[in-house]
């Protein structure tokens, strides 16, 4: 695809919103349309605001390219890195003069296809191609394979007030713990100025703006029985670390206290907190005197504080709150700063019902890259420049908003009145006066994790809503961002009350008079997956049927996994208890199909294969498809898209399920 045919494509496929006339019924949003590649994404804007990098797909080439524009010549040919052997994953600059990115690239490890996936710095030319901090000398074959399948380096801290040095972390996969360097972004070169323990890592956020010295610590301590997160900050005039246990907290206990970074001065820090409160708000902590204000500085009574925009000033070495976000049904942006407070509510104004975010932001130069997305628009890159709006493009020009569906955010009572969020997105046309239709559960993964209202990423929501599907994303108990009583509802529950969260949203749609309780289905990936499987054998299943994507179908073999960390049992594996689908398969009493890469390390391939052999064994009515090389998360490649989305349809068109 061309860059102007991008370009113009962003620009009709948003101006025109709001003349849009809905359709009674849509056609079906063609799986490759969803499938593709994007035809823009991964866009940044550097410091200075001179250049745009981002990874465009071109006609011709297998894998989007990074290309790089100047801002004050988009019609200018641009700088394309083109590649033939691995795909980019993300792109953004290091520095004004330079670009960080992100490959991956299949191999063959030990015998299995595997993936590589290594990061990279390069100058503005595509020239000058790097890998920083590359492991020299001999490695053992252990070392080698470990190092081959995941990034070992990344940025630690890319705020310090000098653009010629970041602070890169490296993980030594020998030892296990991680060196924090200062990078050169002119020269390559680097120092280390850091080594965590086995016990213990620095606080990204805790880093002096000026100097890059590392100022915040996070230790784990097993204190009379139990495990406890500590924070040690370093006392900048005897460089000695000072304990505050204002901000440790037993992981038991599941706090969430974190540092998000300094409040105007080196003594001054922002914390986030939902100690003594059902949301995380921001507080103010004094360093020297070990206080944290008991009155927040930021919070909202029905949701948390998901993040404060801390912005520089002038003259000034730490920076101070510019704004906030909102874990609002969609992350809801509010700023304090006067200058893009009133940017912010011109270009909302502008674009009315959308989402819009401004990234890259640059007071000096009046710049900041604008994306502008919702449920039923794909994001849009737009360059603001001092007033001016000049469109980049839009990630996949060719998707209409007409033919996806619209989201609401809504609540409904649990069997035992338990409130739980939920995001409805009906079908395009919908009238509830032309009867029931057909419905289908997607609990997101996690399970400790949420979801927001907004563009589907995974293409899931379009795919089904365009074929006229109405789906249901219960915020089941377990969820986290909603608030620590529902986080906590879901200790102990997997398979049980988490999963009546799930039957109870088909119920309040059947009951709203939209869902056709004869055309139910529960899909989900991941824990979601896990969902489906144990709606499969749980007894009385409302659903016709149940789809797996990478789905856990043993509580034992993940209890165990994430119990072999002492940490991580302490913290979250000792709350996966409850219904063991594997041990309950003689219960299974509707279809269900489950698929699943062989790449899979994250909820390993193993799950399903075994879960696909016991329900064979037990006569039960079962399908396995298993996508050769695919890994757990997106991105995922075209190809193993298209097969996921093929055979979902499939699935939902046979008489196994009977909802298309």
């Known amino acids: 695809m061309k860059i102007k045919s991008i370009l113009l494509a962003a620009t009709t496929s948003i101006v025109t919103i709001g003349t849009l006339s809905t359709p009674a019924f849509s056609a079906p949003i063609p799986i490759e349309s969803i499938a593709k590649h994007s035809a823009l994404t991964s866009v940044n804007m550097s410091p200075d605001g001179k250049h745009i990098v981002g990874l465009v797909a071109v006609d011709g080439q297998k894998w989007p390219v990074i290309s790089i524009w100047k801002t004050d010549d988009l019609k200018a040919k641009p700088v394309w890195i083109p590649t033939k052997k691995m795909r980019y994953l993300f792109v953004d600059f290091l520095g004004d003069d330079k670009i960080i990115f992100v490959t991956d690239q299949p191999i063959t490890a030990r015998g299995k296809k595997d993936f590589t996936r290594k990061l990279y710095v390069a100058d503005l030319d595509g020239r000058n191609i790097k890998e920083p901090m590359k492991k020299t000398g001999t490695l053992n074959d252990a070392v080698r394979h470990v190092e081959s399948r995941g990034i070992t380096t990344g940025i630690f801290n890319d705020s310090l007030k000098s653009k010629e040095f970041i602070l890169l972390r490296k993980v030594d996969v020998g030892t296990g713990s991680t060196h924090i360097f200062k990078y ?53 005039q005897t460089s000695d670390w000072v304990y505050h246990p204002e901000l440790s907290y037993r992981l038991k206990d599941r706090k969430s206290i974190d540092i998000i970074g300094f409040d105007g001065s080196a003594d001054k820090i922002l914390v986030s907190s939902n100690a003594n409160r059902d949301y995380a708000a921001v507080y103010s902590y004094t360093i020297s005197s070990k206080t944290l204000n008991p009155t927040p500085v930021f919070s909202s ?18 920076s101070k709150p510019g704004g906030i976000v909102i874990g609002g049904p969609k992350p809801i942006v509010k700023f304090t700063d006067t200058y893009w407070k009133g940017v912010q509510a011109t270009l909302e104004k502008k674009f009315s019902g959308m989402d819009v975010d401004l990234s890259n932001r640059s007071k000096k130069h009046k710049r900041a890259l604008v994306t502008v997305s919702s449920d039923r628009h794909p994001p849009s890159y737009f360059i603001y420049n001092n007033g001016a ?38 079908p395009p046309g919908y009238k509830r006066s032309k009867g029931r239709i057909s419905t289908i559960v997607m609990p997101h993964g996690g399970p400790w994790s949420r979801d927001y209202q ?112 002492r940490i991580s049992y302490e913290y979250q594996a000792w709350t996966v208890k409850g219904m063991d689908p594997i041990k309950n398969v003689d219960k299974a009493n509707i279809p269900i199909m489950l698929y699943h890469g062989d790449g899979d390390r994250q909820a390993d391939t193993v799950h399903s294969r075994i879960f696909y052999k016991a329900m064979k064994s037990a006569g039960k009515d079962v399908k396995y498809v298993e996508i050769k090389t695919m ?20 699935y939902l068109k046979s008489d196994k399920c009977g909802l298309l």
């Not at 055309?519 to 144990?534: C, D, P, R, T």
């Not at 890994?631 to 490649?637: A, E, I, K, N």
Request: some cysteine; glycine content about 12%; hydrophobic content about 35%.
């Open 184 to 236: 050169n972004t002119k020269t390559g070169g680097t120092k280390r100025i850091g080594k965590t323990g086995e016990d213990w890592d620095f606080i990204s956020a805790m880093v002096h703006p000026k100097t890059g010295e590392l100022l915040g610590k996070t230790t784990l301590d097993h204190v009379n029985g139990d495990y406890w997160s500590k924070i040690h900050l370093r006392d900048t």
């Open 301 to 318: 009574p029905k949701f948390e504080i998901l993040d404060v925009i801390l912005m520089g000033t002038k003259g000034e070495d730490f």
């Open 389 to 426: 709006l000049t469109p980049l493009g839009s990630s996949r020009p060719w998707m209409k908003p007409e033919d996806s569906g619209k989201s609401r955010w809504v609540n409904f009572a649990a069997r035992d009145g338990l409130n739980i969020p939920a995001i409805l997105t009906l």
């Open 454 to 565: 907004g563009w589907d990423q995974s293409g899931w929501v379009q795919f089904l809503t365009s074929r006229n599907i109405a789906v249901i994303q219960p915020q089941y108990r377990g969820s986290t961002g909603l608030g620590m009583k529902l986080w906590k509802a879901g200790d102990e529950e997997w398979g049980q009350k988490m999963s009546d969260d799930n039957d109870d949203a088909a119920a309040f749609l059947v009951k709203q008079g939209i869902a056709d309780p004869d055309k139910l289905a529960i899909f989900g990936y991941s824990y979601g997956g896990f969902a489906a499987i144990a709606a499969s054998v749980r007894p009385n299943s409302p659903y016709q049927c149940a789809i797996s994507g990478a789905g856990v179908s043993s509580l034992e073999r993940i209890g165990n996994l994430w119990g072999g960390n």
């Open 631 to 650: 890994w757990h998360t997106l991105p995922w490649y075209p190809e193993w898209h298209t097969q996921s989305l093929t055979e979902i349809e499939n």
